[in-house]
Each structure stands twice: as C-alpha cells, then as structure tokens.
C-alpha cells in the first residue's frame, strides 16, 4: 500500500462520515450531547481539503497530515482522539513509501493504544476503543485466509454492536450511568464506520 | 424551530462578530476564535485563559476583562475548543508571568488544554491549569469520569483572576484558583430541555410537568426525574443536595444561577428561598449573585453555587472587575 491507498482511504472515510453524519449525531443524542456527526463531518471535510491540497508522498505522512487536521478542527473529546490515532499510527509507519499489512497492522495496534493511554480508557467502557481494539487486532491476526480488511470491518462492527449493552464509564455518557445501557456508543459506531471504509478501499 | 439565527453553521462566528462590536475593549479573532481583553498581554501580571463549548454565555468570552480572564476560547456549541485556540490565546496575553488555563472537567475539555499545554510550552510559554470540578449530581468514583464543572468557574476566574491583577505570581494564582474550587460545589435542576442549533431542537425529552433533577449543563441527566416542584421544594433539594457535600464551616459566597430560559423574576424567587433555607441550616451568606451566568443555550431552570470563604477569597472576590458580564468597583 502506497500514499495513494491512505489518500484513497482518507477521502472514502470523509464522505462516509459526510453521509452518516445525521445517524451518529441521533446515537450521541441518546447518551451524550448531539454533536458527534456535526463534529466529524467537520474534521473530515478540513482532511479532504488539507490532503487535496497538498497530497504528502508517503503512507506516515499522509496519516500524520490528517490526524493534525483533526486536532485541529474538531474539539470535544472525539478531536484529540481521532488526531492522536491517525498521528500515531502515522508516526510508525515511517518515512517508508510502502506499507505491507503487517506493517500497517503493527502501526495501528500502536495508534490504538496512544488513544487508550490519552483517554485513560480500556476496550468494555463504552468508548471507540471497543470498535478500535478488534479491528486492529484482527489485522495483526490477518495471516489466515481470506480478506484481511474484511476481517478488520467485521470485527469492528461486532465490538461497535457490542457497545449497545455496556454501561459507560467515560466520557460524557458515563455521567448517565445505567441510562447508557441500550445504546450503542456513537465513539464506536464512527470507529467502525473508518474501517469499514479500509475495507471498501482496500477491495 | 424558534432561533434567532442565520444558519447553525455560523451562529459561534455570528455571535463573535457581534461581541466584538459590543465590546471594543475586548480583541475578538472571529476566524480564530479567541476573545482577548484589548490591553493584553499586561505587563507582570499571569494571565488568566478559559475556554469550552459555546451555549454557556455569558461563559466564557463574557468573563474577559480586567480582574478576571484575559482570554476566552469559544468551541461549538458544546463542544471543547480545539488546542490551536488556547495556544494563540496563550501567546497573546502571556506577559512573561506564565498562564493559568481554567479548565472545566469533561473530557474533551480536559484533552485539548493538556495538548495545548504541551504545545505552548514547546512556545516557551509557562503553563499552569486548575480544573473546576464542582457539580456534586454526579460523584466522583471509579465509575464516572469525575464531578462535572460548572457555577463555580465563575467563582474560580473571578478570585483568581483578581489574585492575578493584585501581581501574584503563577504558583500563587494556581493555588488560590484550586482552593476556591475545593471550596465551591454545585448543583443545577432543569425545568426543560435546551435546544442545540445543530439538532434543531430539545438534546432530550423532558414531559411538560417533570424536571431533571441535577441535570448538567449540556443536558446530561443527572440524579433522578420528579414531577414538577415548587421553587420551595427545589431550593431545599438544592442547596441539600450541596451541603451535604460541602459541609461549609465558613461563611459562603452564593451563586444563583439561570440556565438561560428562566426569567430573573423566578430566579429571584428563587433566591429567596435558596437564602431561607441557608439560614434555617446556619450557613451564613457573605455574598450573592443571581442571574444567567453559567447557562445552558434556552434550558429553563437553576442552579445553586456555594463557595466557602475565607477573609483572603472574600476580599479577592469584592476586588474590582470589568468584563462584559461581571462589574463592580471600576
């Protein structure tokens, strides 16, 4: 995978979360405030234009370029978040022009826990970690037959479902308690949402 | 839909360009986002610099002046500002003295001002941050992320930032800043959902004749729901609800506080049976204020603030102030 796979990557999850905007919106009106949609779109849109703008060479530093986009224009807690995956796995990959699987695999369990560590959070408290966790893993275990970005999509989109019956423990949810249960983290939906668009890319 | 707005898209920039033709003391960057008092940065003085989501005015631009903030880092509608806002802010107003960031405890909050912290101080700019952790609605266990901040932000930009102007240094106003929010607990009911541009209408389904009781200030529900109270009832549920937190062996500074929707009339009424009930458990009241101070877009409802004070907090808190929204002895 080359710059132009991320890039491709990058303008696919920017119209995904154009489109899914109002959905991830309704889900963060149930147990947050109503604006993780309204927030994404935004910090998605700034990616597409910065990358349009000027496209960098390699897969690192096309991430990089997009998770500092994010930082920069999308606030809440969902910014820092988002900014600090893409950076960090950016980050990891190098200077290198072309990424293998594994490689990318390696580089996003590494972004992954970034955002753990920032959050303070842990895959079962409600959060974007329980779509991030599984999906990255399953890269990692990609060695066995089959699509491995399909891998990816489908266990993201299990733990992002999973979510539905957990009771939140940070964020701003975590303030409902118990009235978190039943649905599903708008964190985790966006999350699967991205590596649902690897997935589509990567066909 | 009943707003007084263009589109939702532009209501922060709107709102800005419109505090800036108020305003001509404050500097107010509308494509940036930061509102910084016109003589900033002063000479010897730490400045003061807040910030958060916008739908909580007069919070936090209408706080900006002299005694108080020296600058405010309006995000959407309630939602964090981003850490390219605090590092201008930072760079504008910081004299030398280093910064203190107030920051209210949610989590987007909180992860912008620790990236920005990182980011001024790769600057050169000194950094120091209290977080304002008051709301006792929700506690602080292993289960949430911690009490939410809200009324006492007022209580913590004023007293510090008249430490601030009095030329205390950074260590002095940082601490004095922690001791005033280790001494304030909150606590807010809402008599009807607010309403976000972006969503176009109520963030939640309060039925006509119930109320949230400990709600917070984006509409996060809090304790319980009951059906409506009398501002009798609500008072002694209120300031309970506080005291049973605070146990204040000192006097109080008392905040009563709109959420934005509910007329002054019915704050006032309210204050009075907030001061009654004070009186009937003994808490003598220094000094109040009442009105729409730390407010939630067109929530109706209230909220009740104490601080406890010492004679240092007290005579910080009388010191003069001018900003949009707090002003007295200048």
Redesign the interface.
């Known amino acids: 995978m080359d710059a132009a796979f991320f890039l491709r990557w990058l303008a696919a999850a920017a119209a995904a979360v154009d489109r899914e905007a109002d959905r991830l919106?309704e889900l963060d009106?149930a147990i947050g405030?109503?604006?993780h949609g309204?927030?994404l779109r935004?910090g998605f849109a700034a990616v597409a234009t910065a990358l349009d703008a000027g496209p960098p060479g390699t897969p690192g530093a096309v991430l990089a370029l997009a998770g500092r986009q994010l930082?920069?224009?999308?606030?809440?807690?969902?910014?820092?978040?988002y900014g600090t995956l893409l950076r960090r796995t950016g980050k990891e990959l190098g200077d290198a022009q072309r990424v293998s699987v594994a490689e990318l695999g390696a580089a996003l369990r590494a972004g992954v826990a970034a955002v753990a560590q920032?959050?303070g959070s842990a895959p079962g408290d409600k959060t974007m970690l329980d779509a991030l966790v599984p999906g990255a893993d399953a890269l990692g275990a990609s060695d066995a037959a089959g699509d491995p970005f399909d891998a990816v999509r489908a266990a993201a989109e299990e733990g992002a479902r999973a979510t539905e019956a957990l009771?939140a423990?940070?964020?701003?949810a975590?303030?409902?308690?118990e009235?978190s249960v039943g649905h599903l983290d708008p964190g985790a939906s966006s999350s699967a949402l991205l590596f649902a668009t690897l997935a589509e890319v990567a066909r | 839909m009943r707003m007084l707005i263009n589109v939702p898209e532009t209501v922060v920039a709107d709102a800005l360009r419109g505090m800036a033709a108020t305003h001509p003391e404050l500097t107010v960057d509308v494509e940036g986002r930061v509102i910084v008092r016109r003589d900033a940065p002063v000479a010897g003085k730490v400045a003061l610099v807040s910030g958060g989501?916008s739908g909580h005015e007069p919070l936090h631009g209408g706080f900006v002046g002299t005694g108080m903030l020296d600058a405010a880092c309006p995000?959407?509608?309630?939602?964090?500002?981003?850490?390219?806002q605090m590092v201008k802010a930072a760079a504008a107003v910081d004299s030398g003295q280093g910064v203190l960031f107030v920051v209210k405890n949610?989590?987007?909050d909180v992860?912008?001002f620790d990236?920005a912290m990182e980011l001024a101080e790769d600057e050169g700019v000194r950094v120091a941050k209290v977080l304002v952790d008051d709301d006792v609605a929700?506690t602080d266990s292993t289960?949430?992320?911690g009490r939410?901040g809200t009324g006492a932000t007022l209580f913590v930009e004023k007293i510090a930032g008249a430490a601030a102007e009095e030329g205390a240094p950074l260590e002095r106003v940082e601490a004095i800043a922690r001791q005033v929010n280790a001494s304030s607990r909150s606590f807010g009911v809402a008599l009807s959902a607010c309403s976000?541009p972006?969503?176009g209408g109520p963030?939640?389904a309060l039925p006509d004749g119930e109320l949230e009781l400990g709600v917070?200030i984006?509409?996060?529900?809090?304790r319980e729901r009951r059906p409506m109270m009398t501002s009798r009832e609500i008072a002694d549920f209120s300031v309970d609800a506080v005291l049973e937190d605070l146990r204040p062996t000192n006097p109080v500074l008392l905040l009563v506080g709109g959420a934005g929707a509910t007329p002054l009339l019915e704050l006032y009424g309210f204050a009075a049976e907030v001061h009654r009930v004070l009186a009937e458990r003994g808490v003598p009241v220094l000094r109040s204020l009442v009105g729409n101070y730390v407010t939630s877009l067109d929530m109706a409802g209230c909220a009740v603030t104490l601080c406890q004070a010492d004679e240092e907090l007290l005579r910080l808190w009388d010191a003069p102030v001018r900003t949009p929204a707090l002003r007295w002895g200048l």
């Open positions: 919106t009106a405030d109503a604006d309204s927030n935004r930082i920069s224009t999308v606030g809440g807690a969902s910014g820092p978040l920032l959050g009771r423990r940070k964020g701003r975590s303030y409902l308690g009235r | 989501g995000g959407e509608v309630f939602t964090s500002p981003v850490p390219d949610y989590t987007g992860l912008n990236m929700v289960h949430t992320a939410r976000t972006a969503k963030t939640f917070g984006h509409g996060e529900p809090g």
